[in-house]
């Protein structure tokens, strides 16, 4: 079992609806967990954190933590063309750092 | 400031020959990683280091892979000698230890491509 998994996708929602964006961990003991969006032959960069379970919104941004199932996602309110992108979930456990393979977003006009 | 630099941006090799691939990351932040991409296997952690020294290296494939952290501003990633299955984007990130050290900031990648 992968320390850290996501739906490859691809995952495709209309212009302003809300996107969901799942991952599941291995690690009950892992402390801190972080989206990142990367664009087609871009770099990873960061657009969320959250280290407590619940929510965590940010713009139209909103991450999800459950440490009693091992999951958090990321929704993504009114998306936008612009949000079509892969994104990574990552998970921080003591020492180690896991990446997901990420799933493919888009958002069609 | 700048962000992480890396270079060079593409290489291309033969198969044997010795890869460099080098980072500076941001000023002040303590910890670098390197990652490789692939479609097949995703983003990859390589190895990290925390204020110069490697922390983890669990992550290097084999012992023709090894990376060097000289001083705080450099790092670079050595791959001798080289193989096909070698060709992915390799990534430097660097960030701090006052604000977590998954809250990354990445390079532009190098791409490198062994024939």
């Known amino acids: 079992q992968k320390e850290v998994e996501q739906n490859s996708g691809p995952l495709s929602v209309p212009e302003g609806a809300i996107a969901s964006l799942n991952c599941t961990y291995s690690?009950?003991?892992?402390?801190?967990f972080f989206w990142y969006r990367q664009y087609s032959g871009k770099s990873p960069e960061l657009i969320m954190f959250?280290?407590?379970?619940g929510d965590k919104e940010d713009g139209r941004f909103t991450a999800q933590l459950n440490k009693a199932s091992q999951y958090v996602s990321l929704l993504i309110r009114d998306s936008q063309p612009s949000d079509s992108a892969t994104y990574l979930c990552?998970?921080?456990?003591?020492?180690?750092?896991?990446f997901g393979t990420g799933t493919s977003l888009t958002v069609i006009p | 400031d700048a962000g992480v630099i890396q270079s060079p941006r593409h290489e291309v090799t033969e198969m044997g020959q010795e890869v460099t691939l080098r980072c500076k990351p941001i000023?002040?932040?303590?910890?670098l990683f390197w990652y490789r991409q692939t479609m097949m296997r995703g983003l990859e952690l390589l190895i990290y280091?925390?204020?110069?020294?490697?922390?983890?290296d669990s992550g290097m494939p084999e012992d023709r892979f090894s990376a060097k952290m000289p001083n705080a501003s450099f790092s670079t990633l050595k791959i001798q000698p080289s193989e096909p299955r070698d060709s992915a984007v390799y990534f430097c990130?660097?960030?701090?230890?006052?604000?977590?050290?998954?809250?990354?900031?990445f390079g532009p990648g190098t791409r490198l491509t062994v024939t």
């Open positions: 990130a660097s960030s701090s230890s006052d604000r977590g050290p998954l809250e990354q900031y």
């Open positions: 690690d009950r003991g892992s402390q801190s």
């Open positions: 959250i280290y407590s379970n």
């Open positions: 990552a998970v921080n456990t003591g020492n180690q750092f896991y």
């Open positions: 000023s002040g932040h303590d910890y």
């Open positions: 280091f925390n204020n110069n020294v490697p922390i983890d």
